[in-house]
């Protein structure tokens, strides 16, 4: 594959070169914006007919403590009530993520390609197969969450053995053992987490282009796609790291200038000055959230669009090999 910084000069052509920056933006927009709709309606629908999910519920309850009050569930009718609102709730949301997830990674495929045709009504062909989109969602989740209970008894065995002869060795306290069991479950279970993360991250790409193919051969592809190149993948994203500390700037500086500007104001003998000073300081704070959102909008769209370049490059050098040597790869 061609090097980081290569990829990276492909996204950031594309992206200040042309209006496809504009273009994702637009759709991610609409996309999202129907999300928080439709999740937003639901929960409107929920309290309308006084019914609770257990989020809902967890909220109340903060507030009731804030007031010296305990509230619980009044009966299992109630618990059945609100399961079945909590379940409902999460299968919409998935239903749309999927949906969101897409359509965005369709105008980005499209936007490689260069191919402006049905650049923003292609957005919403989730909607004709929510519940094969849904299928993928919960199976990349079950995927890796299963990659990490795995990993998770696995270290947990060996942790166990070890800190049970630290313990009769005397080497360790009870408090010690615990510590050391749960490093042991959990280290490596939130590595196995991102390594299946990197194996899959394609998937949603082979979808796209290949519409009609089941959700196991998609994860399948992205496997072949990904193979010795997950750390590729992460590298092309530490080249970034300029741009997310750049992203930080400006709320850094502004933190610096309103600190001066409170001292002035603490100092000021006259009201009229500590209020001009309390004003500078509003202006200053909102005028560094803004520049903080634009940078980070415009990081977005470059990274974006990046994964993009990354997923075209490893596509054409694995159908390359497959050209130059039919054996190698597994097929899809």
Do not use: H
Request: charged share 15%.
């Amino acid at each position: 594959m061609r090097s980081c910084k290569e990829m990276r000069q492909d996204a950031w052509n594309i992206l200040t070169g042309s209006k496809w920056g504009w273009k994702i933006l637009l759709n991610g927009i609409v996309l999202y914006a129907i999300l928080l709709a439709v999740m937003l309606g639901l929960n409107f629908i929920f309290e309308a007919a006084g019914i609770q999910t257990f989020e809902s519920f967890r909220e109340a309850q903060r507030e009731a403590q804030r007031s010296g009050v305990t509230l619980t569930i009044a009966s299992g009718y109630e618990f059945l009530r609100m399961t079945f609102a909590s379940g409902f709730s999460t299968f919409v949301e998935y239903l749309f993520q999927g949906i969101v997830v897409f359509g965005l990674v369709t105008t980005l495929v499209k936007c490689i390609k260069d191919d402006p045709n049905g650049w923003f009504t292609s957005a919403f062909g989730g909607f004709k197969r929510p519940f094969d989109l849904l299928w993928i969602t919960l199976l990349l989740g079950i995927k890796v969450v299963a990659w990490a209970l795995i990993f998770a008894f696995v270290g947990g065995f060996i942790g166990g053995i070890v800190s049970a002869v630290l313990r009769v060795c005397g080497a360790v306290t009870e408090k010690q053992m615990g510590v050391l069991l749960g490093c042991m479950c959990g280290i490596p279970a939130c590595i196995a987490a991102i390594i299946a993360s990197f194996r899959y991250m394609l998937t949603w790409y082979v979808k796209v282009e290949n519409v009609e193919v089941g959700a196991n051969a998609c994860i399948k592809r992205s496997c072949e796609l990904m193979y010795g190149r997950k750390w590729k993948l992460f590298f092309f994203w530490l080249s970034y790291i300029g741009w997310y500390i750049l992203l930080i700037a400006p709320l850094a500086i502004a933190s610096g200038v309103t600190g001066a500007l409170s001292a002035a104001g603490a100092g000021a003998s006259e009201d009229a000055t500590a209020a001009a000073a309390d004003e500078s300081y509003s202006v200053v704070m909102i005028g560094a959230l803004v520049v903080t959102i634009l940078i980070g909008v415009f990081v977005v769209l470059y990274t974006a669009i990046g994964q993009a370049v990354f997923y075209r490059d490893a596509k054409a050098e694995v159908d390359a090999t497959k050209e130059a040597d039919p054996s190698e790869g597994v097929s899809a």
